[in-house]
């Protein structure tokens, strides 16, 4: 009997018993189940005895919903993290001693904590958010200690982008002086560069020719302290570079030739 594709690979839903036929038991399905009530939707949960003090919801979105609802807010969060003891900035001690962030922290010293909406946001904004308003997307809000850490409200000022970084560069925070690429004149560069490339060119075929004397590649790698596979690839390129310039001076007589031949054909 012929057997359609998927429909071979279905698990049987009944099974035969000398009593009839017997719906097959769940697989997720406990053999003694306590009966639970999910606390968002409210629908009935089969439960294994072990695992029923920590469940709490019947699916992953009643789960969310749950989380949401139980989570702890930004306040109390924000405020068991934070030091207010913290260091004292050395060019405006007038400022008082920082509040610094003892949680996470991000690449830049910044510290980050998860906003009510389960968004991630720095810790400064965090701080003015509670102390004052939301600040917008486009604002910056910036440290008068430049202490990254510093949550304190009285440190920090909002601002745009551009006063953020204006007020970097009058305090000297900025990457300045030459820069690394610039340092290194490009003639004297390109210079040293030809030069590596010729030395290259020149040892590639002097190998070529011990090779062709009759000098094994592993006696040559000895000789010179490279690999065999490196002895190989310096063969393959001075052969590619040999037969380049041979082409090239082919190339070059032909149209000398073409050019002499042109001439002829114009005289009278």
Partial sequence: MEIEGARAFERPNSYLTPEGKVPMP?????????LLN???CGCEIQEFPSHAANRRACSRKCYAVLRVALARP????????????????AHCPELG??????????KKGYGRIMDDDKSVMLAHRASWKLHFYSPPPDKAVCHKCDNP???RPDHLFIG???ENNADMRQKGRH??????????????EYERRLRLRAERAELDAEILRLKESGITTRQLSVMYGFSVPSIYQRIYSAQGRKRYVSRKITNIKEDQLR?????LNQQP
Avoid: D, M
């Fill in 26 to 34: 769940s697989k997720f399905t406990p053999a003694n189940p306590i």
């Fill in 38 to 40: 999910c606390e968002v």
């Fill in 74 to 89: 930004l306040k109390e969060r924000f405020w068991k993290r934070v030091n207010k003891n913290g260091s004292i900035p």
């Fill in 97 to 106: 001693p920082c509040w610094e962030w003892v949680g996470k922290l991000i």
């Fill in 149 to 151: 850490k510093c949550v």
């Fill in 160 to 162: 745009t982008k551009a």
């Fill in 175 to 188: 990457a300045h002086g030459p820069k690394p690429h610039t340092v290194i004149n490009r003639a004297t």
């Fill in 259 to 263: 050019e002499a031949y042109t001439i």
